[in-house]
Structures are given as structure tokens and as C-alpha cells.
């Protein structure tokens, strides 16, 4: 039963190109985050929504922008990708800020930026 | 701020055997939660085990278990009875429990567990 869905699992794009990525869930969770994980280090927190509420990282790219429609879906907007945004994007959920403070990811989005 | 430090990038142990991955933690809060994820190669992250500080009963959850030391800010993750399946990267992650950043996961670099048939 998947939970946390990412599409595509694998993306290539030019250098400039805006690329989007998008996740869904189906556990109606109130939050929903995206990460960035390059190679051998840990996932970095860009953003994230609380409902249809926008929390942005302060060290955040201005490159980076994030859409969530409904409770289901968020996409995450490169709009000029550089060489240095190849990594692994993941998508994140918990049901609220509140207890078990549990997170559900997705499989990850890899991006390749040539 | 809040720092996760794995001081161990790669693990490896026999299959059947028991291994320690070790985390330490700054934090100057008192309400909070440890995490130790696990992320296969090509898989998704998973929660494996969860710590919360104010219990002092260390977490177990089947083969898992970790050694919370609060004091020492000190959270290992022991695996016992190791299993081809287990072989992964592992995170341990903090988050506070109240708060403005109590959204937040803050992940070590990982730990890289090889398990050898």
C-alpha cells in the first residue's frame, strides 16, 4: 500500500530548464515537507506546508518554490536548475506538529541536471 | 542549534551477529525526540525506532534497541540477530517537542551498515 508516492522516480533536465517534481500522499496527513539529499549526506529540510500554510527554510534557494493544491498533493518547482541541484528530493508527511512527530517519505525523486 | 553527529560513516557485521551505530546529540532543550531511520539503497526511509527524552525505559522494538543516555546526550542503535535485510543507511534524527522548530528533523549524516553473509 503505497503511502508516499513520487513521480517521477527519475528525472533528467537541462541546466536553466524549469523541472517539476511531485508527490501525493494518502495518509491526509496535515504536513507535508520536501528534502534535498545529495550524495552520502543527510536530507536537508528546504520546506514545508502545515495544511495549505507555506513554512520556507531561511537557507532555502529562491530557486526552489513549492505548490500544494490539496491535502493530497506538492510539487516542488526548480525554475532554473543548476548543476549543483542534482540530488535525491524527498517528500515527507506527518500528520501534525504534535505527537509521535513520526515522518512517512516517499521513495525520492533523483534528479540529474546536465 | 541543534546538532546530530554519527561518527561512524561505515558498518559492517556478520549476518547473525550483533552491531552498535552510534549518534550524540547538542541540544540545550529537555523536551524532545531521538529517531533512528533506515534507508535501503533505492528504497524509502523508514522509522525504525523512536526515543522519547522524558522516558527513561530505553526503546526496543524487535531486534532493535537503542541506549538513550540523556545525560551524556548519547543515542545508540544496536541490532541484534543481523540480517541481509538490514543492510541500509542509517539516520539518527532529533526533534523537539514543543516550540518553533518542533516541525523539525534534524538528521546526522548516516551511518552505512554492509551486512556480510
Known amino acids: 500500500d503505497a503511502m508516499v508516492i513520487q513521480n517521477p522516480r527519475y528525472q533528467v533536465t537541462q541546466f536553466g530548464k524549469p523541472v517539476t517534481l511531485s508527490c501525493s500522499q494518502t495518509l491526509n496527513h496535515n504536513v507535508m515537507y520536501w528534502y534535498q539529499q545529495k550524495s552520502s549526506q543527510a536530507p536537508k529540510l528546504l520546506f514545508h506546508y502545515y495544511d495549505k500554510d507555506f513554512n520556507n527554510e531561511a537557507d532555502t534557494p529562491d530557486n526552489f518554490q513549492s505548490r500544494r493544491p490539496n491535502t493530497s498533493f506538492c510539487f516542488l518547482d526548480i525554475r532554473s536548475p543548476g548543476l549543483g541541484d542534482a540530488a535525491m528530493y524527498l517528500c515527507a508527511t506527518s500528520r501534525d506538529y504534535q505527537g509521535t512527530r513520526e515522518q512517512y517519505f516517499g521513495p525520492g525523486t533523483r534528479l540529474t541536471v546536465t | ?117
Do not use: H
Open chain 2, 1 to 117: 542549534a541543534q546538532t546530530v553527529t554519527q561518527s561512524q560513516p561505515e558498518m559492517s557485521v556478520q549476518e547473525a551477529e550483533t552491531v552498535t551505530l552510534s549518534c550524540t546529540y547538542d541540544t540545550s532543550e529537555s523536551d524532545y525526540y531521538l529517531f533512528w531511520y533506515k534507508q535501503p539503497p533505492s528504497r524509502q526511509m523508514i522509522l525504525v525506532i523512536r526515543q522519547e527524552a522524558y522516558k527513561q525505559q530505553n526503546a526496543t522494538e524487535n531486534r532493535f534497541s537503542v541506549n538513550f543516555q540523556k545525560a551524556a546526550k548519547s543515542f545508540s542503535l544496536k541490532i541484534s540477530d543481523s540480517q541481509l535485510g538490514d543492510a541500509a543507511m542509517y539516520f539518527c534524527a532529533y526533534s523537539e517537542n514543543s516550540g518553533g522548530s518542533n516541525y523539525k528533523l534534524t538528521f546526522g549524516k548516516g551511518t552505512l551498515l554492509t551486512v556480510n553473509p
